[in-house]
């Protein structure tokens, strides 16, 4: 095993990406998965389909548009740089943006289940009380799925500190800016340096076999009416 600054360098990189990425997916998925679950509208089955595009395209299909988006050759990189002087294509912020479309599903569609299986009389009795939809929310429907939001926060973190097509599309391998872990493990073996390949790969399966006991124990305990 290979733990040089290089190395704790990615692995830090790799979390942050994973942490920033559910940071932010976390209030879009609650406030997506709301909607998904109780609208009527015409329009919620096409956000639906977006939602799940991602689980579908190539990573690297979504990868490449994103960079074509971004990249400051076209018209919204080109605005966003020239305007405000943020450039997104080849940067941590892009590959974070990237990351939470990429990562969309993973924390909206539980969250939307959970909404989806509540009682509807529990809504009912919250405004019978004089609350409105947001203390109703807030106060009365989250704290009744909060198993399925832990659920929601461990799989998009752990989908993201494995990701690699979206990554490498719209990031590149740039150390401290864009190299995460699993942009190393390939790196590394096209170099031939198996050894600190490994070492990647490794700390990436333990996290993920970590991660994915944590998933399937809180699923378990969901089943059963523990949690």
Not at 64 to 71: A, E, H, T, V
Not at 139 to 153: G, T
Not at 165 to 193: C, F, H, K, W
């Amino acid at each position: 095993m290979i733990f040089d600054i290089d190395f704790l360098q990615t692995i830090f990189l790799s979390i942050k990406l994973a942490t920033y990425t559910t940071l932010l997916l976390l209030p879009i998925g609650i406030a997506l998965g709301y909607f998904l679950a109780y609208s009527k509208h015409k329009t919620k089955i096409i956000i639906e389909t977006l939602i799940w595009m991602p689980l579908i395209l190539p990573p690297t299909v979504l990868g490449f548009y994103l960079l074509i988006c971004f990249s400051p050759n076209y018209f919204l990189g080109a605005f966003l740089q020239k305007h405000f002087q943020i450039k997104l294509a080849f940067s941590f912020w892009g590959i974070v943006l990237g990351s939470v479309i990429f990562s969309l599903p993973f924390m909206v569609n539980p969250i939307k289940n959970a909404f989806s299986t509540l009682p509807e009389n529990l809504k009912e009795a919250s405004y019978t009380l004089g609350k409105n939809k947001i203390s109703t929310l807030f106060f009365v429907l989250l704290p009744n799925i909060s198993p399925s939001i832990l659920l929601a926060i461990i799989t998009t973190f752990a989908h993201t500190i494995g990701e690699f097509g979206v990554v490498i599309m719209l990031g590149g391998d740039i150390p401290n800016v864009s190299r995460v872990a699993s942009i190393a493990i390939y790196t590394q073996t096209e170099m031939l340096n198996y050894q600190i390949a490994h070492s990647y790969a490794f700390i990436l399966s333990i996290t993920s076999f970590s991660l994915l006991f944590i998933v399937i124990y809180i699923n378990h305990k969901i089943q059963k009416g523990i949690l």
